[in-house]
């Protein structure tokens, strides 16, 4: 229970942080506001990237529930990887950097199933130095800064699936303007071709000529 809360607190922190830093989480500017409700797959709710995206969606205006509906995004989390590798060593041959990768990618979609983002992996790259003698308090800074990297990642991913999600939108609305347009320019070519047989009937009668 403490761990969940840490948790919590932490990316709550995160968040203020990047907004003091200028990084906004804008609300609805990250998704289009075509998206009242939406699922999580792929992950726990509750784990931390599963916090991470429901925190972003319910700041864009969604309903993050546990069920789909009929008018449900579906939220897939295809990879959520963490490597870790040593940069260098000390005069013992121990590790004291260590470089942490996380791997993240994540695709939308609607409620019938149809694929609307299939977004691609984002890769974040950080080092952080690493001490034996404080091993419990770089244990908490490793667990720290991957959150950092998890908040990031999901953020980063946002802001794409939001692009993308509303040039779907603007696609979708375009065809159907055209399609419109396009019937009714043809709405009545019976009158349309009556029109145009008595302008030629008028063209073809001579005038009066004055004596």
Known sequence: MKLFFYKVVTL???ASLLQACGFRLRGSSEL??????AVIDGVAQYSDIGLA???QLETSGAK??????VD?????????????RV???DASGRANEYELTYQFSMRVLDGKGKVLVNERAINLNRNYLYDINSALAKSDEEASIKLQMIALAVRQSMRRIGIKLRQVTATTNNNASGTGHSEGSNSDPVNSEQSNSDSSTKSAVPKNSEP
């Open 53 to 55: 995206i429901k925190q």
């Open 87 to 89: 940069l260098s060593v």
């Open 12 to 14: 709550v922190l995160i």
């Open 72 to 84: 449900t995004f579906h939220f897939v989390v295809l990879k959520n990887e963490f490597f870790k």
């Open 64 to 69: 993050v529930l546990t069920k789909p509906d």
């Open 32 to 37: 289009p506001n075509t998206i009242k409700f």
